[in-house]
């Protein structure tokens, strides 16, 4: 059974422990949980889990995953030594790694220690598609992103929109992935997920919307290339807990999960 250690335990980390009982297969336990604030915490995932602040107590449980939930000041803070200390490291938090420094620091780690910097498709679609097409010539890659006005509350675009008047979509960004991930820390990390998979993050088109019309979090992705040309669009249910996260971020890091250990692995 893998060990798994958690950093963050906010909307995506408490709707992610819902996946760990037997019911939905996954041959893994919570064995511990980083957070900012243990006293906090009044339902552990299981009543063995450890919840610390401290980092030499989460890093010394033995860990053979660390999934982060947690932002990403977290993942500069705790991703070298999550992979140094014999862990896969999985990130949610991609837009961490438009530090170029960073992003080297880990593959670095991951190579000294056998393991793995897996950065599951999350909120995004058509990852495995453009990773594909990535082995040959890729022309164009862009995502426009879009979430309901209650998504922005707490970040800048409250100072360029009345998120409560908005009648009609606005654009807030529109550029390339490094900017839009670093500029929205908490809800466009998709733009370098994409980019990774693709063409970079200083060639990978962005358009994001604050709009009224919708109720999920939708992202519509469209590549072309020598593989000829993909279009995918979801529309996330957003977390109850967040609006600015979806549901199928959890159900993604399960799958990747499921993934370190099945005999047969689907759609990668
Ligand atoms: N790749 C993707 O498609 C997506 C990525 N995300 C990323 O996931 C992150 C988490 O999302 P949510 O759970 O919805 O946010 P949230 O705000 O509900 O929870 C984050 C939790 O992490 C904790 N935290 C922050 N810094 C920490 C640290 N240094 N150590 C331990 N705990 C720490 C906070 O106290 C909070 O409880 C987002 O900030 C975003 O970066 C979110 C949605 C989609
Ligand atoms: O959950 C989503 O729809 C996307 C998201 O927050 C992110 O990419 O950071």
């Known amino acids: ?15 992610l422990a819902t996946y760990f009982d037997r019911e939905h297969g996954l041959n893994a336990k919570i064995t511990g949980i980083l957070v900012r604030s243990p006293e906090k915490i009044s339902i552990p995932p299981n009543e063995r889990c450890v919840i610390t602040n401290e980092e030499d107590t989460f890093f010394s449980l033995g860990l053979d995953v ?8 977290s993942v500069q803070q705790y991703g070298v030594m999550a992979l140094a200390k014999g862990a896969h490291l999985v990130i949610v938090s991609v837009g961490a790694l438009t530090d170029d420094e960073l992003f080297s620091s880990l593959k670095e780690a991951a190579v000294a220690s056998k393991k793995q910097l897996i950065i599951p498709s999350a909120a995004i679609a058509g990852l495995d598609r453009i990773n594909a097409a ?19 509350y707490g970040t800048f675009v409250e100072e360029k929109v009345d998120l409560k008047t908005i009648k009609e979509p606005f654009c807030v960004f529109d550029g390339y992935a490094r900017e839009s991930a670093k500029l929205f820390p908490e809800s466009v990390n998709v733009s370098a997920a994409l980019s990774l998979a693709g063409m970079g993050f200083d060639q990978t088109k962005v358009q994001v919307f604050v709009d009224p019309t919708i109720e999920k979090n939708s992202h519509e992705v469209t590549a072309k290339g020598h593989f000829g040309e993909v279009s995918v669009k979801v529309q996330n249910t957003p977390l109850l807990d967040n609006p600015k996260s979806s549901y199928i971020v959890s159900m993604s890091i399960v799958k990747a999960l499921k993934n370190l250990s099945a005999p047969v692995v689907i759609g990668v």
């Open 66 to 73: 660390v999934v982060e939930a947690a932002g990403h000041q």
């Open 134 to 152: 990535s082995n040959h010539t890729l022309e164009e890659v862009k995502l426009v992103s879009r979430k309901p006005p209650r998504a922005w």
């Open 1 to 15: 059974m893998l060990k798994v250690g958690l950093i963050g335990y906010g909307a995506i980390g408490k709707d």
